[in-house]
């Protein structure tokens, strides 16, 4: 019996080291998956919270001085702290780099942020095989859904590295095989140059509704419309054209948005909707399952898919977009673009030297209401016969556009982005409100009837507008009215 009951006492012993040991185990592990991703979010936070003078940034892949990642400043901006301003510098108005909602995501670190385990998806494929994360998938349905600018419904998605790797895809997929004629891609002037084109559309019109004739044609419709911000539709028509619709811009913050597309192939980017550009992230919503198979084929072999790494940033950026039904990034996005369109065509409405597009505004289904224009782009023209190369106009006066040329229009316009930083957007303005502020000086320079003081003081005026930031006709028309006939 003594036997026996020794025999229970060592049997619990025994037991009790077995579960310590274990949940001595269990504690330690739990520990050590809190500690890497605490050190992973200190490290993150570490680099987040150093000062760069609201003028640049330090990031965690950037250079390291002295063990100190250090700042990389924004344009026309320098130091070690991004302090010291480049009041010589050109201002960058020629990248698309869509940094103006930068802020937003600022004020949405904790939500947005992502902690990646060092065996995140190794293998090239999902569990399914795939080269599609299914839940990702799901959320860019839903995106659309909330803001009703595409059709999803009974359409394949499929995902690459942004949207000029779609548009060639695309492009491949509906081509005719075995044709004996090459397709001709085509697009309205002005026209964004991601793609050879064979000329206007306005070119081919006879051509493309001639059942005789073995041309094939893709139109490719941006809308809306880089350069110019228009709403576009397509022109050709027939049974040898097939259409590709660029809808990068056809987002709250950039247009109304009449109605959902509902288009046979329709391409978006990350870049234009969350203004992540270097997460070099696209989708395509395709109605032929037979198209939508090319295009996979085109992906599997060019790239084998996008990586799982930027696969997941989108899906945690897409759960925050679409949280109050997406309405918070929206606002943001279109009063910051509205804000710079308006103070930038009110400045360029002053001047005779310069024009910018006319906008109408459009009813919005997302917002229920009548929008004003928010483009992402100015496309400004010199009006005076002798400024026939504008882009060297505003490169003399310290702004870099892109040339009219490059989008298949005449050299007189510029394109102007209007989408990078505050302080890019805030020096494009300052130097084109000097432009404006020069062409009244010039004009009362050469006013034969002004009294020589007079012609001083109103130099003077003007440049008191100009510096104090009041470039409107309350600042000018007191004593300039009289020069702009």
Same mark, same amino acid.
């Given at each position: 019996m003594a036997t026996v009951q020794s025999f229970k006492y060592a049997l619990i012993l025994i037991s009790s080291l077995i579960l310590n040991l274990f949940s001595a185990n269990v504690f330690l592990r739990i520990r050590w998956e809190q500690s890497w991703t605490k050190m992973a979010a200190t490290e993150a936070e570490t680099v987040a919270s150093i000062s760069c003078s609201g003028h640049g940034r330090a990031f965690l892949d950037g250079l390291v001085v002295n063990g100190k990642p250090i700042c990389e400043c924004n344009a =026309?901006?320098?130091?070690? @702290? =991004? %302090? @010291?301003? +480049? %009041?010589d510098c050109a201002v960058d108005a020629d990248s698309g780099d869509p940094t103006f909602l930068e802020p937003f995501w600022e004020q949405h670190a904790a939500s947005s942020a992502i902690v990646m385990?060092?065996?995140? &998806? !190794?293998s090239y494929e999902f569990n399914d095989g795939s080269l599609i994360s299914e839940e990702l998938k799901t959320h860019i349905r839903r995106v659309h859904d909330i803001v009703g600018n595409a059709v999803t419904d009974g359409r394949f998605i499929i995902f690459g590295a942004g949207a000029t790797q779609l548009l060639n895809a695309a492009v491949r997929a509906i081509s005719p095989e075995g044709s004996s004629s090459p397709e001709k891609v085509v697009a309205s002037t002005p026209y964004y140059p991601d793609y050879k084109f064979s000329g206007d559309t306005s070119l081919w019109k006879s051509s493309a509704i001639d059942s005789s004739s073995s041309q094939n044609f893709i139109e490719f419709v941006t809308s809306p419309n880089n350069p110019d911000g228009q709403l576009k539709k397509a022109v050709l028509r027939g049974p040898s054209v097939k259409t590709i619709h660029d809808l990068a811009y056809y987002w709250p913050h950039f247009t109304a948005i009449p109605a959902p597309a509902d288009e046979d192939l329709t391409i978006f980017t990350l870049s234009k909707l969350t203004g992540h550009a270097g997460s070099r992230f696209g989708w395509a919503i395709i109605k032929d399952e037979a198209v939508y198979q090319r295009m996979l084929t085109y992906m599997s072999l060019s790239t084998y898919g996008v990586s799982r790494e930027t696969q997941l940033r989108v899906l945690k950026l897409l759960k925050v977009v679409i949280q109050g039904k997406g309405r918070?990034?929206?606002?943001?996005?279109? *009063?910051? !673009? /509205?804000? &710079?369109?308006?103070? +930038?065509s009110k400045s360029v409405s002053l001047s005779k030297r310069f024009s910018v597009q006319d906008l109408e505004p459009h009813y919005c289904s997302f917002s229920g209401k009548v *929008? *004003? %224009? %928010?483009?992402?782009?100015?496309? +400004? /023209?010199?009006? &005076?016969?002798?400024? /026939?190369? =504008?882009?060297?106009? +505003? *490169?003399?006066a310290h702004i870099t556009g892109r040339d009219g040329s490059l989008f298949g229009a005449e050299s007189r316009y510029v394109r102007l982005s209007m989408v990078r930083s505050q302080d890019n957007f805030d020096l494009l303005l300052q130097r084109i409100e000097k432009l404006v502020t020069e062409e009244y000086a010039s004009k009362s320079s050469m006013a034969p009837s002004v009294p020589r003081e007079n012609k001083r003081n109103q130099s003077m005026l003007l440049d008191a507008c100009y510096r104090g930031h009041t470039l409107d006709r309350h600042c000018i028309e007191p004593f300039a009215s009289n020069l702009l006939d």
């Open positions: =026309c901006f320098a130091g070690p @702290d =991004c %302090s @010291d301003f +480049l %009041s385990a060092g065996w995140h &998806r !190794m918070e990034m929206y606002e943001f996005g279109y *009063k910051t !673009m /509205k804000t &710079r369109w308006d103070q +930038l *929008k *004003k %224009s %928010s483009p992402a782009f100015a496309w +400004l /023209k010199c009006e &005076r016969q002798e400024d /026939k190369h =504008c882009y060297e106009v +505003l *490169k003399a």
